[in-house]
């Protein structure tokens, strides 16, 4: 037997809907991290802040340590995100492959060592345990909100 059409086609508009609305809410706070890592007061040590790498003494609500590449990176991660998040499929690959790109961060933050040079971004203990954070939201909201296609013509099946 085969729900109904009407009731199949609005739950899949509003996982849609709920999926682009996440999507648009993670990159809302990557652009506002990126705002306010340029804010001196929120960020702490801004006048230490370097382009990138980590002689950068700034830290963003005197946690996580920040640059001017960091800060910008963020910008356009958010943008990327609020281009992606008008589209179902757009959304879903910005949370997953940014989920997955978090999840890279957090593992560069564990290998590389603090004081090291190939500590680019740059990465403290704060910011690597945020990543994991990030990667794992991201991917489960990627994940759990994509809508899925059931049955041959997209319309859920009953058993």
Request: aromatic residues 8%; proline residues 3%.
């Amino acid at each position: 037997m085969v729900s109904g059409t009407r009731s199949g086609v609005a739950g899949m508009a509003i996982s849609r809907s709920a999926l682009r609305s996440a999507a648009a809410g993670v990159a809302g706070i990557f652009l506002l991290l990126g705002v306010l890592g340029f804010v001196p007061g929120i960020t702490t040590g801004y006048g230490e802040m370097t382009f990138a790498g980590l002689g950068s003494g700034a830290r963003l609500f005197g946690v996580f340590q920040t640059s001017i590449l960091n800060n910008i990176l963020h910008l356009l991660f958010g943008l990327v995100g609020l281009a992606l998040a008008r589209r179902p499929d757009g959304a879903r690959a910005y949370l997953t492959l940014g989920g997955v790109l978090n999840l890279a961060l957090w593992i560069f933050g564990l290998a590389v060592e603090h004081h090291d040079a190939a500590n680019f971004i740059p990465v403290n203990s704060g910011d690597t345990w945020l990543y994991l954070g990030l990667g794992l939201g991201m991917l489960a909201l990627g994940l759990t909100l994509a809508p899925r296609a059931t049955g041959a013509q997209g319309v859920r099946r009953r058993r």
